[in-house]
């Protein structure tokens, strides 16, 4: 089964994949601000690289802050910062990473997405070619150190286990672990203090020989075995609870919110409990026309109590983070069942659930009462 994420992305696609959007000049008046939260673990994965005008990118920040979320992850595409080879354009990257440390936010990077010339002609954008690979460490690289100072955490690729996020390759471990390897060795000699992440791994039942994919239980057994636990500091994991509640056992065949604790234990009975997960992608959908969707209320119960469970269950866990905040215009389809706040910026009742959560306060006071936000 396709992850989620995945799916809402290729949706994203017509939004400007083939080449980043001019962005408009930054707000030149933006005061530093202070993240207020209790709940260091709550996390939003933002979707600004195909944002236009700086103005929203401000805005969306700023909930997110407001939300009482320290961290987001945030895609760092490769093709639109060097789209033409050699010549590094930093300026959306840089609006982006300006506007995050104002408002006080720390960014987990992911980077991917391939340019036209390191790719064959007619295929998509996650078409990565073994010759690339060297030209993508070297993006890496760059982006580890000209963000050194602000930016720790950096995902290598996404979803490795799916043959979408390939070009329709096959799901290769063997093939991703080079990619592990040359990227990690490129990073570390810029920034040694960089924590590089594998993954961020799909929630998917294929097995071996799947066209679509392969398990990510399975996909990560094969990385360990092709010795790829030498070049990662940290695992990335994406996993959702569909209609299950967050409580609910994992099984090796069942998909739901507990499944990211197999992986755990393929970490663990390969010697890495020591590193930590983030869970870079999660949630539940309220689409009211989705088979797999749940109520809004549901939703917003459910979310907290995932929370709650990671918190008192999960001290190998250092991030959790939704999908999404937002997307920069309303799909009009099931995609929009998973963000916080739709594209003009009215944030859903599991916003206000989570809030009051992450600040500490009553739902009551997130929602109806909201005491001057100070920072």
Not at 232 to 257: C, I, K, M, S, W
Not at 260 to 277: A, C, P, Q
Not at 350 to 361: D, F, H, S
Request: one cysteine or more.
């Amino acid at each position: 089964m396709f992850a989620l994420g995945l799916l809402t992305i290729v949706a994203l696609a017509g939004l400007g994949w083939a080449g980043a959007p001019p962005i408009a000049e930054q707000p030149l008046d933006v005061p530093q601000q202070v993240v207020q939260t209790q709940k260091p673990q709550v996390c939003a994965h933002t979707l600004l690289e195909n944002e236009v005008e700086a103005v929203k990118i401000l805005r969306s920040l700023e909930m997110t802050r407001e939300l009482g979320a320290a961290t987001i992850v945030q895609f760092f595409p490769w093709a639109y910062v060097e789209s033409r080879q050699g010549h590094y354009d930093w300026a959306r990257a840089d609006s982006i990473l300006r506007l995050a440390r104002l408002q006080g936010l720390r960014i987990i990077a992911r980077l991917g997405l391939t340019p036209g010339w390191a790719r064959p002609t007619g295929t998509t954008l996650t078409f990565l070619p073994d010759a690339a690979f060297a030209a993508f460490a070297d993006y890496a690289a760059a982006f580890a150190a000209r963000y050194a100072t602000d930016i720790q955490h950096i995902i290598i690729w996404n979803e490795p286990n799916l043959s979408a996020e390939w070009g329709f390759q096959p799901a290769d471990p063997a093939r991703y672990a080079r990619l592990l390897a040359v990227s990690y060795a490129r990073i570390k000699q810029v920034n040694p203090a960089a924590v590089v992440l594998a993954g961020a791994l799909a929630p998917t039942l294929e097995k071996a020989g799947s066209s679509v994919g392969l398990n990510e239980l399975d996909f990560l057994e094969a990385l360990y075995k092709q010795g790829a636990g030498d070049h990662f500091d940290a695992l990335a994991v994406h996993t959702y609870g569909f209609r299950a509640p967050p409580e609910a056992p994992p099984q090796p065949e069942r998909l739901n919110f507990r499944r990211v604790e197999l992986l755990r234990e393929v970490m663990v009975n390969n010697g890495d409990s020591h590193k930590t997960i983030h869970i870079t992608e999660s949630g539940w959908n309220d689409h009211p026309r989705w088979l797999h969707a749940v109520r809004p209320s549901q939703r917003a119960a459910y979310t907290i109590r995932a929370y709650q469970y990671a918190e008192a269950h999960w001290d190998w866990l250092e991030a959790l983070c939704i999908w999404a905040l937002r997307y920069p215009v309303d799909l009009r389809g099931y995609p929009d069942g998973y963000t916080l706040i739709n594209a003009e910026f009215l944030a859903k009742p599991v916003y206000y659930e989570l809030k009051a959560y992450a600040r500490g306060w009553s739902v009551g006071e997130a929602l109806w009462l909201p005491a001057p936000d100070t920072g």
